[in-house]
């Protein structure tokens, strides 16, 4: 399903398949020959998404742009099914296997890994040739790696990234729980989801 999001339209080469299923909405750009598979979802929101050349988007997952960061996909990139890449990018030839998260700000450098549930963290980056092993978290600039099992280390660098300021435009609060104030992040998210009243199927 293609949608037209705030005056704009999905921009997909002639060569390229999206299955029925798909869902691709707002300033989408898909290369030649890449293959769309069912029930993905590509959304622009605030920034365009460029996917490149014969890339492989796998069944169930979400790329999606933000207002801060948009998404730019390289060529000869496959990401496997139930990902999610948010506000990132990913050069060519990588291959991001099962369940990757990578989250905004986030640079992998061509010819990378990220082997099934691993996740590169907020502002990291990869450079060319790494690997992400299985359900390692990938976090800092330059990125190190962690077990997901080692939670202050990888904490204590990402306090550095800024999660908040950078996915939300807040300061990080202080204390143990929830470091940004919810109320201002749902009313944040709530209002840039209300542009969608207008979308129209194309």
Avoid at 51 to 56: F, H, T
Wanted: proline share 6%; aromatic share 4%.
């Amino acid at each position: 399903m293609l949608i037209e999001h705030q005056n704009k339209r999905p921009n997909i080469d002639p060569t390229a398949y999206v299955a029925p299923t798909a869902v691709i909405c707002g300033d989408v750009t898909i290369g030649p020959r890449t293959h769309v598979s069912f029930g993905a979802v590509i959304e622009a929101h605030g920034a365009p998404v460029r996917i490149g050349a014969q890339c492989v988007v796998r069944e169930n997952l979400n790329i999606r742009s933000m207002s801060r960061n948009a998404v730019e996909i390289g060529d000869h990139v496959l990401i496997g099914p139930l990902s999610s890449l948010k506000g990132c990018i990913v050069e060519d030839e990588c291959f991001l296997a099962t369940g990757v998260k990578i989250y905004q700000g986030a640079l992998i450098r061509r010819r990378t890994e990220v082997r099934i549930d691993g996740v590169v963290h907020v502002r990291s980056v990869l450079p060319p040739n790494s690997l992400v092993p299985i359900k390692w978290v990938a976090v800092g600039d330059p990125a190190q790696m962690f077990p997901s099992d080692k939670h202050e280390e990888i904490n204590a660098i990402l306090r550095e990234m800024n999660f908040p300021e950078e996915v939300y435009g807040l300061e990080r609060q202080a204390g143990s729980g929830v470091d940004m104030d919810m109320k201002e992040v749902t009313r944040r998210v709530t209002s840039g989801l209300g542009d969608h009243r207008d979308d129209r199927e194309l």
